[in-house]
């Protein structure tokens, strides 16, 4: 983990001193810190701003590492921070004291999922008449501390409800009813967020099922960790979103994930209708060509060498008739980093040419049109901060406006 977090800031990395934060939201129900910066810090302290006030979250101390560069801090600390229902869009704060008694700051955002798919209701289909019939609401952020109303309707029967609740650190709550009468019993579930229906056929035929919704896979490095949470809850009741990110990964690099082998493992593990990839802001290492020489960054044969690597990977999503959407990079704020998104791109421009079922959206004529770096643009005649304050990632609303081109390219696709 340790040298994912080292080689995300390789590319560009400034030669004074530095302190970087990144999000994490993959563990379910909880938010990471990836914290790492040159040279030794004696503590960092995490604070997210809340209505206005910086709110302390977590103190940390990373470890230190020497590497080819010099002395760097970083670690990734799970668990940091719950998601919450009642606010979706997270600021962080990492100041981080030195021996010296200097001080480096560094922001990050991220949007977690929403409560609406929070709950899952699960029942038998179909039961025997007279028998015990065992509901389970289950909490899919295992953060318990939330309460449902459960109703239960029997055939020719009036409504019955009742309040579950699940304590704080549980997962699961059960409720378990009698089926005395012989037809359909609706089970019910709701909260201030979410609605949950089914229905247990007892003594008699269940109804048909409705289709299964369609699986899409979100997955890339940390480009794709506000952008997978809201395309999650736009994706309501259209399909399954499933997220799969590795942050400070890329097809250039081979350690921490190997992007070579991991397209096939996600395909047998999530058998996604589509999937939707944001990669390429760590990459830029030498990469071996189809004669074995080494190329480095960022010329034709480098160019052609990504390129390679990306086709196989978009040909590998593309099989039992799936489809792929790749993004590609924006721009970032440092402009040492420019030729390294450039070679990506262009790499990701070649790969892509020719196959049916797969695009590649162009977010950097989206977000840093002509090559040029904003913060800011006008998006439906409002002025939006579309960049976090690290100058690479998108912010909440960035996420919001690239989700829309996704979703768009999947009904063009015919996925939802």
Known sequence: ???????????????????????????????????????????????????????LVRTVTPPTVLTPGGVVTGARFARSAPWRCDRLTRSFTAIGHRADGSVETATADLRTPSCRRRLA????????LRARVRVRVRDRFHLGRVAATLCLRGPRAARRCRLLRLARGRTAVAYTF???RRGHWSV??????????????????????????????????????????????????????????????????????????????QMRRY?????????????????????RAVVRCCGERW???????????????????????WMNVPAAKD???????????????RAVSGLHRAAVL??????????????????????????????????????????RAVVAQLERLGVV
Request: net charge positive.
């Open 121 to 128: 209701l699960i029942a038998p289909r179909r039961a025997h």
């Open 178 to 180: 009698r089926a005395r």
């Open 303 to 325: 160019i052609a060498a990504y390129a390679h690597r990306a086709r196989r990977a978009m040909k590998t999503y593309l099989r039992r008739r799936g489809a792929v959407v």
């Open 188 to 265: 019910s579930l709701a909260t201030p967020h979410q609605r949950l229906r089914t229905v247990v056929s007892v003594g008699v035929r269940p109804p048909a099922r409705l289709p299964a919704l369609p699986v899409v896979l979100t997955t890339g490095d940390s480009l794709m960790e506000s952008v997978d949470a809201v395309l999650g809850d736009r994706l309501t009741d259209r399909a399954r979103v499933r997220s799969d990110v590795h942050p400070g990964s890329g097809l250039s690099k081979t350690f921490f994930v190997d992007w070579s082998t991991l397209p096939a493992s």
């Open 362 to 403: 162009d977010m950097a004529a989206l977000f840093t049109p002509g090559g040029v770096y904003r913060e800011y643009m006008t998006d439906r005649g409002r002025r939006v901060r579309v960049r976090q304050a690290d100058g690479v990632h998108l912010s909440a609303a960035g996420a919001a406006i690239a989700v």
């Open 335 to 349: 402009a040492r980093r420019k030729p390294y998104s450039d070679a990506v791109n262009a790499g990701l421009a």
């Open 1 to 55: 983990m340790l040298g994912a977090v080292v080689l995300a800031a390789w590319v560009a990395a400034p030669a004074q001193a530095w302190l970087k934060l990144g999000l994490d939201s993959t563990d379910a129900g909880q938010i990471a810190f990836w914290v790492w910066g040159s040279g030794a810090f004696t503590g960092v302290d995490v604070v997210e701003r809340v209505q206005g006030s910086d709110v």
């Open 271 to 291: 058998r996604p209708a589509a999937t939707v990839v944001f990669l390429g802001t760590n990459d830029g290492a030498p990469l071996a060509t189809s004669g």
